[in-house]
Antibody
Framework: EVQLVESGGGLVKPGESLRLSCVAS????????MSWVRQAPGKGLEWVGR??????????DFAAPVKGRFTISRDDSQNTLYLQMNSLKIEDTAVYYC??????????WGQGTTVTVSS | EIVLTQSPGTLSLSPGERATLSCRAS???????LAWYQQKLGQAPRLLIY???SRATGIPDRFSGSGSGTDFTLTISRLEPEDFAVYYC??????????FGQGTKLEIK
């Protein structure tokens, strides 16, 4: 079964950091392009950033609101994706989904992990 | 940056009826880059359609996608009770990742 399981969410204060993890199973993780997508409470979906496979250069791209504050990394030996979030803002409060990208769409989604930024 | 505008914001229909959801792009995009997702309350989204008109694995054939250029449509031919959810269109940008529309809520009338 193809599965993505996120962890690491929680309550933090503005300016603090948090690292999310996502463990993948059921597919060849090292070949996959992976993204993080978030959803603020009661709002729509927002792409956060992506990391390509090592074969494709492990290039990273980020959405404008998080560029320079967030970074994505992967450990193919552990089938794990990470999202390092620094200088967190209240507007970063959201459910964060780990996703597997296929072609021009997103074919697998994790169940999400909640990040709350509040003073 | 491409903006996707979905309409209507909310669509109220009864089971058995036909649903037509619209997604309009601020500039022309390749059909290959357009996808649709369904999200039920408290769940992660699910891929329905990719490449504007290809159904994802396991998606019933009552779901169909069409369109080109700036105008795309998701049609549900005959609504089942489990189809009432929020639907998002999404565009892929080579260096800009994914852009989502704001969503259409399909509710039971």
């Amino acid at each position: 079964e193809v599965q993505l399981v996120e962890s690491g969410g929680g309550l933090v204060k503005p300016g603090e950091s948090l690292r999310l993890s996502c463990v993948a199973s059921g597919f060849t993780f090292s070949n996959a392009w992976m993204s993080w997508v978030r959803q603020a409470p009661g709002k729509g979906l927002e792409w956060v950033g992506r990391i390509k496979s090592k074969t494709d250069g492990e290039t990273r791209d980020f959405a404008a609101p998080v560029k320079g504050r967030f970074t994505i990394s992967r450990d193919d030996s552990q089938n794990t994706l990470y999202l390092q979030m620094n200088s967190l803002k209240i507007e970063d409060t959201a459910v964060y989904y780990c996703t597997k990208n296929k072609g021009y769409g997103i074919d697998v989604w994790g169940q999400g992990t909640t990040v709350t930024v509040s003073s | 940056e491409i903006v996707l505008t979905q309409s209507p914001g909310t669509l109220s229909l009864s089971p058995g009826e036909r649903a037509t959801l619209s997604c309009r792009a601020s500039q022309s995009i390749s059909s290959s880059y357009l996808a649709w997702y369904q999200q039920k309350l408290g769940q992660a989204p699910r891929l329905l359609i990719y490449g504007a008109s290809s159904r994802a694995t396991g998606i019933p054939d009552r779901f169909s996608g069409s369109g080109s250029g700036t105008d795309f449509t998701l049609t549900i031919s005959r609504l089942e009770p489990e189809d009432f959810a929020v639907y998002y269109c999404q565009e892929y940008g080579i260096s800009l990742g994914y852009t989502f529309g704001q969503g259409t809520k399909l509710e039971i009338k």
